[in-house]
């Protein structure tokens, strides 16, 4: 079984979630809860590293589009980061990229706030 | 027609690993390269998730077949799954502007099916029996 793994830390004022592994319909809710346990937290600037997740499906895509406008309502954003050419590839071909900040560098995204 | 390979799961999101590493492994034998082959994994699991969630409504008593093959210079990946008729071809691409600017969610699986496949067919035999077939030009 591919697992799917978050890290989280805390920079400044700006939740960092490190993703690992395989981001699909199976552990789509992992990522949910990650989000609504910062919205409880009322973290609302949020930095995604990709640089460690092999694989996102459209589940995965799913769960930036359920909290986004919600960070944006409370001054807050979704910024993404780290992501190789394959994962890059799926944001790419919906267009994500006119809704979504995308960086290379972690400290690049967050210094987005 | 040449290589073919075939593999049964149960219907349940905790096997599209398996469905991926599947199809990856076919992708590398081709020696294709790593977006090409993301494109037709991505295609599967996506065609796979539907059928999981929304034909069999995660009743994992229920069996996809998933076969794939080269012929000529297509990659070929053959679903077969009982169920109602649901032909996704059918089902229109959402409008991107609109969807991000209403911040719309979900619907965006047979979207990334279409756009990373060359060919999509779908076909019913009554009573129940369903054939998606996936096709990259490679």
């Known amino acids: 079984m591919e697992e799917f793994i978050i890290s989280e830390k805390k920079i400044n004022n700006v939740a960092v979630l490190l993703l690992e592994g395989y981001l699909d319909a199976h552990t789509s809710g992992e990522l949910e809860k990650a989000f609504e346990s910062l919205l409880t937290k009322e973290n609302h600037k949020i930095v995604v590293n990709f640089e460690k997740l092999s694989y996102i499906s459209s589940a995965g895509l799913g769960v930036f589009m359920a909290y986004i406008e919600t960070m944006r309502n409370n001054s807050g954003d979704i910024k993404l980061c780290g992501m190789s050419d394959k994962i890059y590839n799926i944001f790419d071909m919906l267009g994500f990229p006119v809704l979504f900040e995308i960086v290379k560098l972690e400290e690049e995204a967050i210094s987005k706030f | ?138």
């Not at chain 2, 040449?2 to 149960?10: A, R, S, V």
């Not at chain 2, 996809?64 to 649901?86: H, M, P, Q, R, V």
């Open chain 2, 1 to 138: 027609m040449e290589e073919n390979d075939k593999i049964l799961i149960k219907s349940s999101t905790s096997n599209l690993s398996l469905v991926r590493g599947f199809i990856e492994h076919k992708a590398k034998s081709l020696n294709l390269d790593l977006l090409t082959t993301n494109q037709i994994v991505i295609s599967v699991d996506e065609a796979c998730t539907n059928i999981i969630k929304h034909t069999h409504k995660f009743n994992d008593n229920q069996i996809i077949e998933i076969e794939s093959f080269l012929t000529d210079n297509k990659f070929i990946i053959i679903l077969k799954y009982k169920g109602e008729a649901f032909d996704p071809t059918k089902k229109q691409n959402p409008d991107m502007n609109e969807y991000f600017a209403k911040y719309k969610v979900g619907g965006l699986g047979i979207p990334l099916m279409k756009k990373s496949m060359d060919k999509i067919e779908f076909t019913h035999t009554k009573p129940d029996l369903n054939s998606l077939t996936l096709i990259k030009v490679i």
